[in-house]
């Protein structure tokens, strides 16, 4: 009986493994490298060990040294998770040898799934419908040339050994396939050191439609319907959700009977998802099958009711699986959001730093699986995932209500996040009526786009009185050890009185252009209501003050700014107003001069200049071109003296295992460069200096 498991992983899947371990009443260990000796699953976690440098092949990818703390504290089972060690056949095996229980298939089930060749032969013999293309030895350019012809274009470039959209290419005509040929196993070698390539037909409106399926040891399988996971970019997962859009209940049994067909045909145990390209014709085809539990399991439990982390657990004990086929149905609707620290706006650039503000939603089928919280770390050896964020409702309609009003209430500050551009998708007129492909993103993108912020008088006056709070704030804060010098406009009002226009100014930096705004404080109702009114104006020199026409936008304080946390750089207030008709709860939070303004609907994120500065503090530094975060250079694609025009790329630095093109943010001329390819920079290190045309 399993009573100990050690959970070979971390972040959010590790804790969600710990809530139904707990659940259960098993003991867990935790295990942590330097990076994550203070994360969420080592403090949740009954035990934690230490295994190593923050670098993952230092630590969690150390089989060895898990399976030697594993024994040492009697551990009966150890839980991969996904990732890391998930998918190791060799991993299984020495867990097997030594006697601890691996909650995953055998290693033979992943050694099977492990090559993409391999596996479409196996599921060719067992019947599973594939997609027509070339998965054999033969690996010459002419060969695969001619197979591509034969099938006929597009075709896909699909690295054997692949995954994560690595060593992948679409070629749309003869003459691009062997240039296209030569990048992807260029890739292929560079991630996997094998360069073993297929060919698939490529299908041009397809959509990602999985299979759940579980199998135990005593012959029983069964698959707990499918989700619908299309919406990707670079070939990872969006957004997920369960059933399928437009799936009726024919081709759900098609599907699922394949799928266990799949699984049988390599003697499966545990959890495992068969993927399927879905055609709109109604035919599919399988792509893969991930031998582990999948990153977006919780849609599936959510519309089930269980628990498959239980159910692995009781698999990997040895038990038969907890239902059959016809004891098991689904209800309602769910979606997943993955949400991650990057910059969607710049090529998805991943981001890092300190979580200063975390606000969670909360409310009824809404689920939150994360590991990190206020203060925690995103760090840059490891993926960036915040948290998913699951919505469930009693149809696609109202789950996808939910998961909107979840997004605008997760609040993040600290790193940039991709919840502006899950809101564009999920409110996307496409996504709203499931007109769902896996080149959604692409085929979409120019509804996708940011969209120019609208400096309206009411955003801006807002954020001005946002300003206007957190100096209010700092001044009477008296547990800040060295609050700023009353040196704002908005810092204090003495002077006023009744019948007297006091007009103090307040710049707003929002998207890179400053706004000037002009305040009117009134103590209209204030003895009666203990209110304070605020009415602002773009203020214009040209006019006089007593210009009554001006165009004004008039706040109401309906409760005290309450202050939630204060430190040096960091203020986070709560208060209600009213903007004219419409009332609004505020969520304050300035970092530095950074400015963040939360409603129901809008997350709005302005600079307020210092002006003790006397200069626009942009202009220092605006030509440094700056590593995003620490690195490699892989070129710098000018030299010194080279005219560059703004948006040209100028450098590429690897991060993450992901390649990022800097831009030049202005026309300019090249000054000197720092770096050159191949060499190490840290992040914010400057690589090159562009000066810009005067």
């Keep these: 009986m399993i009573k100990k498991i050690l959970i070979a992983n971390r972040g959010e899947i590790a804790c969600r493994i710990i809530r139904t371990a707990k659940a259960l009443g098993i003991s867990t260990v935790a295990v942590y490298s330097d990076a994550d000796a203070n994360s969420q699953h080592v403090k949740q976690a009954d035990e934690a060990v230490y ?24 551990v009966d089972a150890i839980h991969p998770g996904y990732g890391f060690l998930s998918e190791n056949a060799a991993f299984s095996q020495a867990c097997q040898e030594k006697g601890v229980a691996f909650i995953g298939p055998g290693p033979e089930a992943i050694r099977a799934m492990g090559s993409k060749s391999a596996a479409k032969a196996i599921m060719e013999k067992a019947g599973v419908p594939l997609v027509p293309g070339y998965h054999g030895d033969e690996q010459s350019p002419a060969f695969l040339h001619e ?81 619908d996971c299309s919406v990707q970019r670079r070939h990872q997962k969006i957004i997920e959700e369960a059933p399928a859009p437009g799936m009726f209940d024919t081709l759900r049994k098609q599907m699922g009977e394949a799928a266990l067909k799949a699984a049988k045909a390599i003697n499966y145990s545990g959890a495992g998802t068969v993927e399927f390209l879905l055609d709109s014709d109604g035919r599919f085809y399988f792509m893969e099958m991930n031998t582990r539990l999948q990153v977006e399991h919780p849609v599936t439990e959510m519309i089930t009711s269980e628990d498959l982390v239980a159910w692995q657990i009781q698999v990997a004990d040895n038990q038969r699986l907890p239902k059959s086929q016809d004891e098991l149905s689904f209800n309602g609707h769910a979606f997943e959001a993955r949400i991650y620290a990057e910059d969607p706006d710049n090529e998805f650039l991943p981001a890092t730093g300190v979580l200063n503000y975390v606000k969670i939603p909360q409310g009824d089928g809404i689920r939150v699986d994360t590991g990190v919280v206020s203060q925690d770390e995103v760090s840059i050896y490891y993926d960036p995932m915040i948290a998913k964020l699951i919505a469930h409702g009693e149809n696609r309609e109202q789950a996808l209500l939910k998961l909107i009003k979840a997004l605008n209430d997760y609040h993040i500050v600290g790193v940039t996040s991709n919840i502006d551009y899950l809101l564009r998708v999920a409110s996307s007129d496409a996504f709203t009526q499931a007109q769902l ?14 969209p120019e912020l609208a400096s309206d008088l009411e955003s801006l006056s807002m954020l001005a009185y946002a300003s206007l709070v957190c100096e209010r704030a700092e001044q009477n804060d ?3 050890s060295q609050a700023r010098s009353a040196n704002t406009p908005f810092s204090k009002f003495a ?15 929002l998207e890179g252009e400053t706004h000037v705004l002009s305040c009117l404080l009134s103590d209209e109702n204030a003895s009666r209501h203990n209110q304070r009114v605020f009415s602002f104006a773009h203020a214009q020199a040209e006019k006089a003050a007593e210009d009554s026409s001006e165009q004004r936008v008039r706040i109401s304080e309906l409760s005290n700014p309450e202050l939630s946390e204060s430190t040096d750089s960091f203020q986070h207030l709560k208060c209600r107003i009213q903007v004219d008709l419409k009332q609004y709860h505020l969520d304050i939070i300035r970092k530095g001069q950074s400015l963040h303004l939360f409603t129901s609907d809008k997350h709005l994120i302005a600079k307020i200049p210092d002006k003790d500065l006397g200069e626009d503090s942009e202009a220092h530094g605006a030509g440094e071109i700056a590593a995003p975060m620490n690195g490699t250079v892989v070129d710098i694609l000018v030299k010194s003296g080279d005219k560059v025009s703004k948006g040209d790329a100028i450098a590429i630095v690897e991060a993450m295992k992901m390649e990022h093109s800097l831009k030049a943010p202005f026309d300019g001329t090249v000054g000197e460069c720092f770096f050159q390819a191949g060499e190490r920079v840290d992040g914010g290190a400057t690589l090159l200096i562009v000066e810009a045309d005067e």
Excluded: W
């Design 495 to 509: 002077g006023f009185r009744l019948n007297h226009r006091l007009e103090p100014s307040c710049h707003i930096e």
């Design 437 to 450: 492909t896996t080149d959604f993103v692409e085929r979409h993108a120019d509804a996708l786009k940011k």
């Design 51 to 74: 295994l190593g440098g923050s670098a993952a092949s230092e630590s969690y990818l150390r089989g060895d040294l898990i399976l030697e703390h594993a024994k040492r504290l009697n």
């Design 478 to 480: 008296e547990n800040t």
């Design 147 to 227: 197979q591509a012809r034969k099938m006929s274009y597009p075709v896909l470039l699909k690295a054997a050994a692949g995954g994560g959209g690595k060593g992948m290419r679409q070629v749309h005509k003869d003459e691009d396939f062997l240039a296209a040929l030569e990048a992807a196993k260029r890739e292929a070698m560079a991630s996997f050191s094998d360069n073993h390539m297929l060919i698939e037909k490529y299908l041009t409106q397809p959509r990602h439609v999985e299979i759940q399926v579980f199998c135990d040891n005593h012959g029983n399988g069964v698959y707990l319907f499918e989700r």
